[in-house]
Each structure stands twice: as C-alpha cells, then as structure tokens.
C-alpha cells in the first residue's frame, strides 16, 4: 500500500494545528521586520535619527542577536517541557510583543519598536527547537520527509507573504504604520488561536536541570552531535544553506536595481521566484525520496544549487539595461525569463538540500536532545548569517566584485564545501548512486519495508543477485547498513573506497583467505554490539543460474555469538539485468533490458534468533521472492 500524500496532514489534527501555528508566527516575523524596516527607509525623519543604513542594520542584528544568546537556554526548555504547552507560552508572548509594536507605531517611536525587534528575535528563538523537535514525536517515519517539506514550504511562502503584505500596508496610505500594527496583532491572536488545539504530549526530558551557561550547554550540545557524524555534518550543511540562502536574499534589492536595471518591484518578484522555488522542492522531496528519508537528494541538491547559480551568472552577462523597470517591462525581454528560471531551479534544488538534512537531524539523534542539538544548530545558523552578511560585505566594497560575481563565488564555495563533506560523510554519495540506481536506472516496488528495525541491532539476510544488490538494498532502508561483501565486489573500482568510509565488511571463502573470514566475523560483532544494522548474502557468492543458493552456515555462527533478530529480504526482477550474471559476465551487455525497467524489494517479518536457520530462511526468502527472479 502506497504511503498518503504529504497533503492528508494538512487534514490531521497532529499537524494542521502545529502547521497554522508556525506559518502564522513567520508571516508575523516578516511583517513587523519589513514594516519596520521600510518606515526607517522610507520615513526616516519620523521614525529615527540614525542614518538609513545604520537602522535598517541594526533591525537586522537586534533579530538575530537572540539566537545567540538563548538558543541554548530555549533547547533545554524545549526538551524538559511539554512542547504543545511550551508553544502555547510562545504565542502568549508574542501577543505581548505585537501590542507593545502597536504602542510603538502609534508612538512612533524608534526605541520601542526595537525592543519588540530584539523580543520577536526571541519569540523565534525559543519556538524554533520546539518546531522542529515537534516533528519527529508526533509523525510516523514514512511522515518525516513530507512534515518538514510543508513546514520548510510554509515557511518561506510565509516569508513571502509577509515582506509583500508589509509593503502593501505601510504604501496605503498616511496611517499605513497604524494598519500594519493592527495586522500584526491579528496575526499573533491567530497564531495563539491554533497554538491552543495543538495536541498535549510528553516531555522528552523532564528530570533535566536548566544550565544557564550558554557557552557551555552549546559545545556540550555539539559534543553530543559530534558522536553522529551524519548528524553534526548535516548541521553545518544545514547552517551553510543559510549563509548560502542569506548572500541572496540580501542582494536581492540591490541585484534589480544595479545588475538587472529594475524597480523595487521587480526585486520583489525575484523574491518570490525564490520562495517558490524553495517551496516546490521541498514538496518534490516526498515524491523523490519515496516517503522516507533519502540523504541521497542532499548531493543532488548541492549540484543543482551551484550548476544553476553559475548558470545565473553568465545570463546576467550583456543583459539590456534600461533603469527602473516595472514588472511588465522586465518580464518583456526574454533574457529576463532565464534569469528567473535559474533563481527558481537554484532555489528548487536547495529545497531538495534542506528538507532531508532536517529529517536527519530529527530522526538519528538522541532524542532526549533533540531540541538541545537543533538549538545549536540556531546558533551556527546565526553565525553563518554574520559570516555572510560581512562576507559579503567585503567583496562588494574592498574587492570591488559585482554582485553577480558575488553569486559565482558562492556557488563555487558550494562545490568546495559540498567536496568536504561528502568526503567526510561517503554515506550521502552512496545515497545519491543508490537514489539513482532506483529512480533513473529502476523502477522500485517496495514491500514490507517498515520491518527494518528502526532502532537496535539486526541481522538483515538477502539473495544476491546482482553487482548492485547492495545500493538497492540501501535505497529502501531508512536507516545505515554495514554490508557484508565478497571482496571481489569490495573491490570495484571508485566503488571500493566508498565501501570502505561506510565500514562495508570484505569476506572471501575459508579456502581463499581463513583470516580474513576471521576478521569479517570480529566486525559483524562489533557492529552488532554497536546497536547496527548488519547485511549479508548467505548464498556467498552472486548467483549465475537465477536460483536461489543454498545459505551457507556462516549466518548460525553470526547467531549463536549475537542472537539478534533476523530480517529476511528478498531481490526481485534483477536477474537479467546489466549487474546480473545472466548469460555470461555481469556488466558486459549494456541497456541488456533497456532503461526503466521494474525491479522489486520484499522484506518479510523479522525472525527470531533462536528460530533461524539457514534452510529456514532460505525458504522464507524464496517465498518472499516468489517468481518474480
């Protein structure tokens, strides 16, 4: 049975509450920031003596100046206490801050409205670790993917939204300031609203004591997300996406204006093609990821990200120039379409980026400090902003870089830092050939996969089948596997170091190699102590006839030293394809069955140790296999 689109928990109430909730409280953030922001640009003589620049970098740093502070101080909150209450207090606050603005927009005065700057700097401060902390307790594994694809999405449409609606309210008229004040208590009141119907849980960590040591919680924070280097990874992955995000969200004013010649609405158009764009990838990464996590679209992402934003650097190249365009005027000459074709693909593949780092994070670290280690994450976010914006800065004034040139090393610095983590982390890269393997080569029919454990050690017995056995087997587990391996296959080349960064164990027949049997079996052991999940083929060898061989008594050994359970898989329709041994020599035949072609993964129900032996689960994958060979 197929899994229910990611929409059905627009309709759910673990969700739609939570959903409105966050959508409400971003739309807010934009609302009172640009409002704000465009009342000290536009009106400055009324709303502050500072230089125009000077209020409108102050605004930006007062927002972001909270998550350094407290992100630590609201991970443990969020964790020690219920988060749907938590929310609740949150939205009360918020209320508090909107109706203090709406004193300062009456006012108009400059101080107040930066005291409620610096406390919804705070708001979001303290619901970001319940957000995305939230997520992974109330949603089913085959959600997660789809849950945060509707956030990542709500989230920039509300951004959007947001920045739109400030600048219509504060153009409306001389009482535009008063308007947009009273919109921004209505937003807070609304987002209170649904706060109230979010379903009451538990606390992840109740007995924990508050630290108020910022400094110290954070690096005990990271300490804890450094024992999963896929996890600490994804956070700076994650914190690099912002400074990324960030270097063109900011130039966008100037980049109309200067490189592309048109109005602030045009500028605003580029900011929508953008939050559209990051929208509909994070929607696609349900679809492409198959309903499970799939890091394999973070490389995907990451090639996308630069290849398009190079691709945007050279269409700015000779553009026609004429100042001050409107829309209708931009949109009338075609080399504008392909300026905004690579600003949506760039920001489409950062929606394929993010949304799978997110997941991991929730679901692969310990989730009594899930909060905590997404509230660091705050924080590095922060610091990659400051690190953009001065970045950026610095480029532009002292190199004398165009903004366009701008882009281009930022899209290049996304190679070199994509290079470094995959480098790091093979798992992602492995991911992304498994992801291929199944999505462009293959057509996959999954059955029975939510039988993988998702937690503790388990022994995973398949047929072998093929040269890619293994990446298939990876693409539909959502969780890592250690493979043992033949190691000719071990062997491949470019193959082979992979293998080796995702600890695959090499084994070769008794007769072959008897230490290196040994060895493979020592780190079966280990790996199973270690909580993993362990995958062997027990027929020793890829099959040259399509039949399933006989399971050799290696897997009784593995057994009696660790009796965990054992998951019986079976490979369907990869015989007779071009990794298959079917008529001679595997990979000999190109396109043998042509592209495309269906291929099938059956995972029946988890044996106890006690109960498997190795003609046991012969027959079990046999039957699991049934004719489909």
Same mark, same amino acid.
């Given at each position: 049975?197929?899994?229910?689109?990611? =929409?059905?928990?627009?309709?759910? $109430?673990?969700?739609?509450?939570?959903?409105?909730?966050?959508?409400?409280? @971003?739309?807010?953030?934009?609302?009172?920031?640009?409002?704000?922001?465009?009342?000290?640009?536009?009106?400055?003589?009324?709303?502050?003596?500072?230089?125009?620049?000077?209020? #409108?970098?102050?605004?930006?740093?007062?927002?972001?100046?909270?998550?350094?502070?407290?992100?630590?101080?609201?991970?443990?909150?969020?964790?020690?206490?219920?988060?749907?209450?938590?929310?609740?207090?949150?939205?009360?606050?918020?209320?508090?801050?909107?109706?203090?603005?709406?004193?300062?927009?009456?006012?108009?005065?400059?101080?107040?409205?930066?005291?409620?700057?610096?406390?919804?700097?705070?708001?979001?401060?303290?619901?970001?670790?319940?957000?995305?902390?939230?997520?992974?307790?109330?949603?089913?594994?085959?959600?997660?993917?789809?849950?945060?694809?509707?956030?990542?999405?709500?989230?920039?449409?509300?951004?959007?939204?947001?920045?739109? @609606?400030?600048?219509?309210?504060?153009?409306?008229?001389?009482?535009?300031?008063?308007?947009?004040?009273? #919109?921004?208590?209505?937003?807070?009141?609304?987002?209170? @609203?649904?706060?109230?119907?979010?379903?009451?849980?538990?606390?992840?960590?109740?007995?924990?004591?508050?630290?108020?040591?910022?400094?110290?919680?954070?690096?005990?924070?990271?300490?804890?997300?450094?024992?999963?280097?896929?996890?600490?990874?994804?956070?700076?992955?994650?914190?690099?996406?912002?400074?990324?995000?960030?270097?063109?969200?900011?130039?966008?004013?100037?980049?109309?204006?200067?490189?592309?010649?048109?109005?602030?609405?045009?500028?605003?158009?580029?900011?929508?093609?953008?939050?559209?764009?990051?929208?509909?990838?994070?929607?696609?990464?349900?679809?492409?990821?198959?309903?499970?996590?799939?890091?394999?679209?973070?490389?995907?992402?990451?090639?996308?990200?630069?290849?398009?934003?190079?691709?945007?650097? =050279?269409?700015?190249?000779?553009?026609?120039?004429?100042?001050?365009?409107?829309?209708?005027?931009?949109?009338?000459?075609?080399?504008?379409?392909?300026?905004?074709?690579?600003?949506?693909?760039?920001?489409?593949?950062?929606?394929?980026?993010?949304?799978?780092?997110?997941?991991?994070?929730?679901?692969?670290?310990?989730?009594?400090?899930?909060?905590?280690?997404?509230?660091?994450?705050?924080?590095?976010?922060?610091?990659?902003?400051?690190?953009?914006?001065?970045?950026?800065?610095?480029?532009?004034?002292?190199?004398?870089?165009?903004?366009?040139?701008?882009?281009?090393?930022?899209?290049?610095?996304? #190679?070199?830092?994509?290079?470094?983590?995959?480098?790091?982390?093979?798992?992602?890269?492995?991911?992304?050939?498994?992801?291929?393997?199944?999505?462009?080569?293959?057509?996959?029919?999954?059955?029975?996969?939510?039988?993988?454990?998702?937690?503790?050690?388990?022994?995973?017995?398949?047929?072998?089948?093929?040269?890619?056995?293994?990446?298939?087997?990876? @693409?539909?587990?959502? $969780?890592?596997?250690?493979?043992?391996?033949?190691?000719?296959?071990?062997?491949?080349?470019?193959?082979?170091?992979?293998?080796?960064?995702?600890?695959?164990?090499?084994?070769?027949?008794?007769?072959?190699?008897?230490?290196?049997?040994?060895?493979?079996?020592?780190?079966?052991?280990?790996?199973?102590?270690?909580?993993?999940?362990?995958?062997?083929?027990?027929?020793?060898?890829?099959?040259?006839?399509?039949?399933?061989?006989?399971?050799?008594?290696?897997?009784?050994?593995?057994?009696?030293?660790?009796?965990?359970?054992?998951?019986?898989?079976?490979?369907?329709?990869?015989?007779?394809?071009?990794?298959? $041994?079917?008529?001679?020599?595997?990979?000999?035949?190109?396109?043998?069955?042509?592209?495309?072609?269906?291929?099938?993964?059956?995972?029946?129900?988890?044996?106890?140790?006690?109960?498997?032996?190795?003609?046991?689960?012969?027959? $079990?994958?046999?039957?699991?296999?049934?004719?489909?060979?």
């Amino acid at each position: 049975m197929s899994a229910p689109s990611q =929409f059905a928990l627009l309709k759910d $109430r673990r969700f739609l509450p939570f959903f409105l909730t966050q959508f409400l409280g @971003a739309a807010n953030d934009n609302v009172f920031k640009y409002a704000f922001t465009l009342l000290v640009t536009y009106r400055a003589h009324e709303f502050s003596r500072l230089e125009t620049a000077q209020s #409108v970098q102050l605004i930006a740093a007062l927002f972001v100046l909270p998550f350094l502070l407290f992100s630590a101080t609201s991970g443990q909150l969020a964790d020690k206490f219920e988060k749907a209450g938590l929310m609740r207090l949150v939205k009360t606050l918020e209320v508090a801050i909107m109706l203090l603005a709406a004193v300062g927009f009456y006012l108009q005065s400059f101080v107040i409205l930066c005291i409620c700057t610096l406390m919804m700097g705070l708001h979001s401060t303290l619901f970001g670790p319940v957000k995305y902390s939230y997520l992974p307790e109330r949603l089913q594994p085959a959600e997660i993917i789809g849950g945060n694809a509707l956030v990542e999405m709500g989230t920039f449409v509300a951004i959007l939204l947001g920045s739109i @609606a400030a600048g219509a309210l504060i153009d409306s008229g001389p009482n535009g300031h008063l308007v947009s004040a009273g #919109v921004c208590v209505a937003l807070a009141l609304a987002g209170l @609203a649904a706060s109230t119907a979010i379903p009451v849980g538990t606390a992840a960590a109740p007995q924990l004591q508050i630290d108020w040591n910022p400094v110290r919680v954070t690096l005990e924070n990271i300490n804890v997300a450094r024992r999963e280097r896929a996890v600490f990874l994804s956070l700076l992955g994650i914190s690099w996406l912002w400074f990324f995000g960030a270097v063109f969200l900011t130039q966008f004013p100037q980049f109309a204006k200067e490189t592309l010649g048109g109005n602030p609405a045009v500028a605003t158009l580029l900011l929508a093609v953008f939050s559209v764009g990051i929208g509909v990838g994070s929607l696609l990464c349900e679809r492409l990821s198959r309903h499970q996590i799939e890091i394999g679209l973070v490389p995907f992402g990451s090639l996308g990200m630069s290849a398009f934003t190079i691709d945007l650097f =050279f269409a700015v190249q000779g553009l026609p120039f004429a100042g001050d365009q409107t829309i209708s005027q931009f949109v009338a000459h075609g080399a504008h379409w392909r300026v905004l074709a690579d600003l949506f693909l760039l920001a489409l593949f950062a929606g394929l980026y993010s949304v799978p780092l997110y997941a991991l994070i929730q679901t692969r670290c310990e989730p009594t400090h899930r909060a905590r280690i997404i509230a660091a994450n705050n924080i590095l976010n922060a610091l990659f902003l400051i690190l953009a914006a001065g970045l950026s800065a610095w480029a532009l004034s002292s190199l004398g870089w165009s903004i366009a040139q701008l882009f281009l090393a930022t899209a290049i610095a996304n #190679v070199l830092v994509a290079a470094y983590i995959y480098s790091l982390v093979p798992e992602f890269l492995l991911r992304f050939l498994s992801w291929i393997l199944v999505s462009v080569v293959y057509r996959i029919r999954k059955q029975g996969e939510e039988r993988i454990p998702e937690t503790g050690p388990a022994l995973i017995v398949s047929n072998h089948v093929s040269f890619v056995d293994a990446l298939v087997l990876m @693409a539909i587990s959502p $969780r890592p596997i250690r493979f043992v391996m033949d190691r000719a296959i071990f062997a491949t080349p470019v193959l082979s170091w992979l293998f080796r960064q995702v600890k695959a164990i090499p084994i070769a027949s008794f007769k072959d190699d008897p230490q290196l049997v040994e060895r493979a079996f020592e780190r079966v052991a280990e790996e199973l102590h270690d909580g993993q999940l362990v995958c062997i083929f027990p027929e020793g060898r890829i099959t040259d006839s399509g039949a399933v061989l006989p399971f050799r008594p290696g897997l009784t050994r593995i057994l009696e030293k660790d009796p965990v359970p054992v998951v019986p898989v079976a490979l369907q329709g990869l015989w007779g394809s071009f990794f298959s $041994r079917k008529g001679g020599p595997a990979m000999t035949k190109p396109l043998r069955r042509g592209a495309f072609s269906r291929i099938g993964v059956n995972v029946g129900q988890p044996v106890v140790a006690a109960e498997a032996s190795p003609d046991m689960l012969r027959a $079990r994958v046999v039957a699991l296999r049934g004719d489909w060979a």
